[in-house]
């Protein structure tokens, strides 16, 4: 079973006094079963953003202390930041990295939502996946005034919090909690110092896409001239479609095209109600991405820069192989990419079997040659050194002193002991393993040989089920020794009065 893991990415209203900061970490480190990741404070934007891990009921725990003790320490009375805010913890954002699902997020984000705003007294929203209301969904929607507009705001039916009072905290301000995805921050590397270029594709990757020009468009799109809109001539950005209103192209754009021309222009800051004299817009080729073009001095070249809001929804390695093919089209090249914080191991391991499939080999083999098929695919040592270990959330890994870990000879003798444990369960789940391994080997050896080109995707298909079963049973190897080690210890336990029984009992079946 996948370890569950949840990431948590509290903001902060202090980023200047680093007292207060480790006051705040120090709660969530005292969580048993957190781990801090990250804490980046700004000075100037007045604001500290945290970034820790762990099992669910850890994170739930650690974030709920975290903004309790801001509460305790930050006052919004005195807060001065150039970044937008409107409480001592500004936003409380909760993220499935394995093992978990984004409704266990919603679930996490309203436990703690419903505990702050009842404890602590401090108006909570609900947003992004967690919103009970669709306009709620963005933060910068629920954040609309920042701290100064929540003594009107919390005055206005309209505004009533999702937990806490609908009263203004001075002290506190206001929270936003929710649950949204693992935002990934990539960089694309071209072998080009020219930033323009970099920008050129960004804008053709992009969700919100461009605005469309003509002429001299080949290779480089933004040599062209503006194609804008005048009264009685509205252009689709898609096609030859001209409407004769912008209302009509707008239908257009909706029925045969599948995207609202009218949030594509507030997308680019233009107005749909006086759409005469801006740009035609044309949107990008994939959802859920946010790019632009820059020119890095370190390196000495121009990176695509990307931020994958859900990678889910659009991977990271689909838009890699779009960009080389843009790149190529301009004269240039991808170099390779750049992983800038952490990625989940979900995504990389998805892009490694991607990679193995489009040189017809099997990614049924073990978890470790999929994630260097993908560093490798991704040229992701390029800039910078990538580490597997430190950049991948989620990454399995063999607990300390486990069984699994010893060698051979090792874990023989260790059976022979006069004790308990490990015993049967262990061994078969050991057997099982090997077993599951030899399933794989055969598998993989008899891929792409001949005579056998008619079960070639069954193979394929067996030797991945055979290594998921491999790695499941791996796992039994030390679950089942830890889960009768803590049955010996529940059968220690004293039994003298009805809650010691029970109390008892209730340990065993735990075990």
């Not at 194609?227 to 029925?255: I, L």
């Not at 990307?306 to 843009?326: G, S």
Request: hydrophobic residues 40%; aromatic residues 8%; negative net charge.
């Amino acid at each position: 079973m996948t370890e569950q893991i949840v990431e948590c990415v509290p903001n902060f209203s202090e980023g200047r006094d680093k007292a207060v900061i480790d006051q705040i970490t120090r709660e969530i480190t005292g969580v048993s079963g957190t781990t801090l990741l990250s804490c980046e404070m700004g000075a100037d934007v007045n604001r500290t953003v945290v970034t820790f891990i762990g099992s669910p009921a850890a994170v739930e725990e650690a974030a709920y202390r975290a903004i309790k003790k801001a509460a305790e320490l930050i006052d919004m009375r005195r807060h001065k930041g150039a970044h937008p805010r409107m409480g001592a913890t500004d936003v409380c954002p909760f993220v499935p990295v394995s093992g978990v699902s984004m409704d266990d997020c919603v679930a996490i984000s309203q436990s703690v939502g419903k505990r702050v705003g009842e404890t602590l007294g401090i108006p909570v929203y609900l947003y992004e996946a967690s919103a009970r209301k669709p306009e709620w969904q963005s933060l910068a929607n629920v954040r609309a005034g920042e701290y100064e507009a929540l003594p009107k705001k919390l005055k206005d039916p309209e505004w009533r919090p999702d937990f806490g009072p609908a009263e203004f905290n001075p002290r506190a301000g206001a929270t936003a909690i929710g649950a949204r995805e693992f935002l990934i921050a990539y960089n694309i590397n071209l072998n080009t110092k020219d930033k323009q270029l970099a920008m050129d594709i960004a804008f053709e990757l992009r969700e919100k896409g461009r605005s469309v020009r003509t002429g001299d468009i080949d290779p480089v799109y933004m040599n062209g001239d503006l194609v804008k809109y005048r009264d009685g001539h509205y252009p689709c950005g898609d096609c030859d479609f001209v409407g004769q209103t912008f209302a009509e192209t707008c239908n257009h754009t909706r029925q045969v095209h599948d995207y609202d021309l009218v949030a594509l222009m507030k997308a680019h800051d233009s107005d749909p109600d006086k759409p005469e004299g801006w740009s035609v817009k044309q949107p990008g080729k994939f959802k859920q991405v946010r790019a632009i073009g820059w020119y890095v001095d370190e390196y000495k070249r121009a990176q695509i820069t990307i931020n994958f809001t859900n990678y889910k929804v659009t991977p990271p390695h689909i838009v890699v192989e779009a960009a080389r093919e843009m790149a190529a089209r301009r004269g240039l090249v991808v170099t390779g990419c750049e992983v800038v914080g952490l990625v989940p191991f979900p995504w990389i391991y998805e892009a490694g079997q991607y990679y193995l499939r489009q040189q017809g080999k099997s990614a049924g083999v073990p978890v470790m040659d999929v994630i260097e098929t993908a560093v490798q695919s991704l040229g992701l040592n390029d800039v910078v050194p990538f580490h597997a270990e430190e950049k991948i959330l989620g990454l399995p890994k063999d607990a300390a002193n486990a069984l699994v870990s010893l060698k051979a000879s090792e874990l023989v003798h260790e059976v022979s002991r006069d004790t308990p444990a490990p015993g049967g369960g262990s061994i078969a789940a050991l057997a099982g393993a090997l077993g599951a391994a030899l399933a794989s080997m055969v598998s993989n050896l008899t891929i792409g040989k001949k005579g056998y080109e008619a079960v070639q995707k069954d193979l394929l298909a067996l030797a991945e089920k055979a290594q998921g079963i491999k790695d499941r049973l791996l796992k039994a190897v030390d679950d089942d020794t830890a889960a009768f080690n803590d049955y010996l210890e529940a059968t220690r336990l004293p039994s003298s009065s009805p809650e010691e029984k029970q109390a008892r009992q209730e340990a065993i079946q735990a075990g």
